[in-house]
């Protein structure tokens, strides 16, 4: 077996040298729209689904993979899409991402005509083969779009850029909802992700005109087995995590599943550490900074993905707002971070990453901590204050570990780097919502008991069981009597709560981990294994 190499980074990759060249803020607009496609598209899915089950005839299994089957595809194949970024170049595999997520989110729009034409499919069946081609693509666009940003900037300003990114992001997912809405009442459903195409023509005209093409000069090949391995171990993690819930976390089948992820996974570092030129160079890992980074990144998605999680089903069920309302209710969250996320890239320049990462988390933990006092009948500025709070917590966590994250690695692996910073926030998103679930479900099942009083020692076990899974959703279905109604959103309440209490302790924590963190770019002289 051949050994692996080390090459030396380069010491000074600013536009220059990496060859992204042109006014950097105009990169960051031009890929900056591709990834407004993406977030538009996550926020607003929640919105159209229950109008799609009904134009469509989808069961509830077809709805979950509408979901799930997006998600497996991105988290599967977000670091191999890096990689082929690095041999390609970075500004093709975006183009093809940015034109593929466009296309495919046509079809989408057009699942119920494309069913007529394709034997033996359905308009949901469509829709989901869809779903999951447009995963693949929003796989291929979001780490070529961070490596470009990666080579575009001169390490002093990376923070800025990462802040400005932060922005935008922030502000998709304040309109997604809104946006949503309004397309779902007024349009119908298809419209939500028809408007991915006038988007896409746009992003794809000035990434044309102001991305300049960078590559790896130190890459030749693919590790197709890396590929294979690690694969497989991310689709078993995230399919593990999709459908525990469900399974139940001791069944052997979720066992069986964890256990194919861990071997896998432990195939997968044994094979990068033999192959010529690995999918993941191993020594990527060797600087604590990215490997507490990505670990950062994690938590960070943890928090930001369950908070939502639970909080629109706490405005749409236990309050009965409209998505639309709903959306509103959540706008002072996504709309501090469009001031927060600047505001915090500036912080960390000045302050570095430790002080500035350190006070988001304890922000966070606050804010939080406030949300588990949510009452039932919470007012807008009871909910709006600590959704300011967790803004101004998450930003500098999100901002700060993606820019260590990308800014500590090389440029030849920045893809890698991009793909490795997007799985993380992938399967911590799905984590979060995965184990604050279980938490929230064990609480509702200790409670509901007793909200429901001596009338729950007549319940039998299956009916008990059905409340409190209906309990889970904060919703009371129509016609039941009003102490039953109390009783489930009660439930609900006091699962929320623990649920929040645990992204408390779990922000506090982490916090600890940002003392052993440094700034990106700082290490570009040394030796990198890449091949």
Known sequence: ??????????????????????????????????????????????????????DLKATLSDLQWVTSGYLLALAVFLITAGKLGDLF??????????????????????????????????????LIGLRVLQGLFGALL??????LLRGAFPGEKLNQAMGAWGAIIGLSSAAGPIVGGLLVESRGWESVFFINAPVGVIALVLGIFLIKENRSQTLARIDWLGVLLLSGAM????????????????????LTFIGAFVVLMAAFIFWQSRARQP??????????????????MMMVA???????????????????????????????????????????????????PKITMAAGLLITAFSMFLMSQLSIDASFMASAIPFVLLAFGLSPVFVGATEIIVGNAPVELSGVAGGVQQSAMQVGGALGTAILGAVMAGEISSRLPGYL???????PAEQMT???????????????????????????????????????????????????????????GAAVHVG
């Not at 001031?339 to 890239?345: D, K, M, Q, T």
């Not at 009083?453 to 319940?459: D, E, K």
Request: glycine share 14%.
């Open 235 to 254: 689709f078993s993690l995230v399919w593990t995590i999709i459908k525990a819930p469900e399974w139940g976390w001791g069944d052997s089948t979720t």
């Open 279 to 296: 999918l993941v160079p191993l020594s990527l890992f060797a600087n604590p900074s990215i490997s507490i980074g990505t670990f950062l």
């Open 1 to 54: 077996m051949a050994q692996a190499k080390a090459v030396d980074a380069p010491s000074s990759p600013g536009p220059a040298k990496t060859g992204t060249g042109g006014n950097p803020w105009l990169v960051l607009l031009a890929v900056s729209l591709g990834v407004i496609m993406v977030m538009l598209d996550g926020t607003v899915v929640g919105i159209a689904n229950p109008v799609i089950q009904v």
């Open 302 to 352: 943890f928090a930001m993905f369950g908070a939502m999680f639970f909080l629109g089903f706490f405005f749409q069920g236990v309050h009965g707002l409209s998505p639309l309302d709903a959306g509103l209710r959540m706008l002072p969250m996504s709309a501090g971070m469009i001031v927060a996320s600047p505001l915090a890239g500036m912080l960390l320049g000045k302050l570095g």
């Open 142 to 147: 979001q780490p070529a779009a961070l490596a």
């Open 466 to 524: 059905a409340l409190e899974k209906i309990a889970a959703f904060g919703q009371a279905p129509p016609g039941v009597p009003q102490q039953v109604a109390d009783a489930l959103h009660n439930s609900f309440m006091d699962g929320m709560h623990v649920a929040f209490l645990v992204s408390t302790g779990i922000a506090v924590l982490t916090a600890l981990l940002t003392l052993f963190v440094k700034a990106g770019r700082k290490t570009e």
């Open 453 to 459: 009083g001596p009338a729950a020692q007549a319940i």
């Open 89 to 126: 170049g970075h500004k093709r595999v975006f183009l093809i991402g940015v034109g593929g997520f466009a296309i495919s989110s046509v079809g989408i729009g057009l699942s119920a005509d494309l069913a007529e034409i394709i034997p033996g499919a359905t308009p949901a069946g469509a």
